[in-house]
Protein backbone atom coordinates (compact mmCIF):
# COMPACT_ATOMS: atom_id res chain seq x y z
CA UNK A 1 0.00 0.00 0.00
CA UNK A 2 1.04 3.24 -0.92
CA UNK A 3 1.06 6.36 1.43
CA UNK A 4 0.41 9.77 -0.12
CA UNK A 5 0.60 12.71 2.31
CA UNK A 6 -1.92 15.55 1.70
CA UNK A 7 1.01 18.20 0.97
CA UNK A 8 2.09 15.79 -1.35
CA UNK A 9 -1.91 15.79 -3.80
CA UNK A 10 -2.69 19.36 -3.02
CA UNK A 11 0.09 20.83 -5.77
CA UNK A 12 -1.80 17.86 -8.16
CA UNK A 13 -5.22 19.38 -7.40
CA UNK A 14 -4.88 23.01 -7.79
CA UNK A 15 -4.49 23.39 -11.47
CA UNK A 16 -7.81 21.66 -11.27
CA UNK A 17 -9.26 24.20 -9.39
CA UNK A 18 -8.14 26.94 -11.64
CA UNK A 19 -9.55 25.49 -14.46
CA UNK A 20 -13.54 24.33 -13.38
CA UNK A 21 -15.41 27.81 -13.75
CA UNK A 22 -15.77 29.30 -10.21
CA UNK A 23 -19.96 29.00 -10.88
CA UNK A 24 -19.49 25.14 -10.20
CA UNK A 25 -18.63 25.68 -6.68
CA UNK A 26 -20.68 27.83 -5.89
CA UNK A 27 -24.28 27.96 -4.48
CA UNK A 28 -26.78 30.47 -5.85
CA UNK A 29 -26.36 33.86 -3.52
CA UNK A 30 -29.36 36.22 -4.02
CA UNK A 31 -27.78 39.87 -5.97
CA UNK A 32 -30.99 41.64 -6.24
CA UNK A 33 -34.32 41.54 -5.55
CA UNK A 34 -37.44 43.93 -6.41
CA UNK A 35 -39.16 43.95 -3.98
CA UNK A 36 -36.01 44.75 -1.51
CA UNK A 37 -35.59 43.89 1.88
CA UNK A 38 -37.84 45.83 4.13
CA UNK A 39 -39.07 47.72 1.39
CA UNK A 40 -41.78 50.09 1.45
CA UNK A 41 -44.38 49.14 -1.64
CA UNK A 42 -47.53 50.70 -3.13
CA UNK A 43 -50.41 47.76 -2.99
CA UNK A 44 -51.56 47.00 -6.36
CA UNK A 45 -50.05 44.71 -8.26
CA UNK A 46 -45.98 44.05 -7.28
CA UNK A 47 -43.50 43.24 -9.45
CA UNK A 48 -41.25 40.59 -8.23
CA UNK A 49 -37.37 39.68 -9.52
CA UNK A 50 -35.22 38.05 -8.23
CA UNK A 51 -31.76 37.40 -9.64
CA UNK A 52 -29.08 34.92 -8.64
CA UNK A 53 -25.34 34.99 -9.10
CA UNK A 54 -25.91 31.68 -11.37
CA UNK A 55 -28.14 29.75 -13.45
CA UNK A 56 -31.23 27.97 -11.60
CA UNK A 57 -33.51 25.41 -12.27
CA UNK A 58 -36.89 27.15 -12.86
CA UNK A 59 -38.93 23.71 -12.27
CA UNK A 60 -37.46 23.32 -8.99
CA UNK A 61 -37.41 26.62 -7.64
CA UNK A 62 -40.40 27.75 -5.33
CA UNK A 63 -41.63 30.77 -4.44
CA UNK A 64 -44.36 31.34 -1.49
CA UNK A 65 -45.85 35.05 -0.58
CA UNK A 66 -47.24 35.38 3.02
CA UNK A 67 -49.79 38.34 3.48
CA UNK A 68 -50.44 39.90 6.64
CA UNK A 69 -53.55 38.22 8.08
CA UNK A 70 -51.26 35.20 7.60
CA UNK A 71 -52.31 33.33 4.27
CA UNK A 72 -50.06 32.16 1.92
CA UNK A 73 -50.22 32.21 -1.31
CA UNK A 74 -47.89 30.23 -3.90
CA UNK A 75 -46.08 32.44 -6.89
CA UNK A 76 -45.55 30.93 -9.94
CA UNK A 77 -42.72 32.27 -11.58
CA UNK A 78 -42.98 33.62 -15.63
CA UNK A 79 -42.38 31.41 -18.08
CA UNK A 80 -39.91 34.15 -19.67
CA UNK A 81 -37.57 34.47 -16.30
CA UNK A 82 -34.26 34.81 -17.14
CA UNK A 83 -31.64 32.19 -16.53
CA UNK A 84 -29.93 33.51 -13.41
CA UNK A 85 -33.35 34.90 -11.91
CA UNK A 86 -37.24 34.66 -10.94
CA UNK A 87 -39.82 37.12 -12.12
CA UNK A 88 -43.53 36.93 -11.04
CA UNK A 89 -46.57 39.44 -10.76
CA UNK A 90 -48.83 39.45 -7.45
CA UNK A 91 -51.86 41.21 -6.49
CA UNK A 92 -51.22 43.08 -2.54
CA UNK A 93 -54.80 43.95 -1.45
CA UNK A 94 -53.81 44.17 2.29
CA UNK A 95 -51.59 46.11 3.77
CA UNK A 96 -49.10 45.58 6.27
CA UNK A 97 -46.20 43.03 6.57
CA UNK A 98 -45.66 41.13 4.20
CA UNK A 99 -42.70 38.36 3.54
CA UNK A 100 -41.80 36.56 -0.04
CA UNK A 101 -39.60 33.53 1.09
CA UNK A 102 -37.86 32.02 -1.89
CA UNK A 103 -35.84 28.73 -2.23
CA UNK A 104 -33.96 28.07 -5.75
CA UNK A 105 -31.96 25.04 -6.56
CA UNK A 106 -28.55 26.38 -8.59
CA UNK A 107 -26.93 24.02 -11.32
CA UNK A 108 -24.37 22.72 -8.47
CA UNK A 109 -27.62 20.50 -7.04
CA UNK A 110 -27.63 22.75 -3.78
CA UNK A 111 -30.84 24.52 -2.72
CA UNK A 112 -30.37 27.93 -1.44
CA UNK A 113 -33.34 29.84 0.43
CA UNK A 114 -34.14 33.27 1.86
CA UNK A 115 -37.05 35.71 3.03
CA UNK A 116 -37.40 39.20 1.53
CA UNK A 117 -39.58 41.13 4.54
CA UNK A 118 -41.23 43.98 2.94
CA UNK A 119 -44.84 46.62 3.22
CA UNK A 120 -47.05 47.28 1.92
CA UNK A 121 -48.78 50.86 2.21
Not at 3 to 23: D, E, K, M, N
Not at 24 to 46: F, M, N, T, Y
Amino acid sequence: MVHVSRRAILPLLTPIFLVVPQGLWAHAVLLDSSPRIDSVQSGGEVQIHLRFNTRIDHTRSQMTLFAPDGTEQSVVPAPESPADGLNAEVETKLHGSWRLRWQVLSIDGHITRGDIPFKIQ
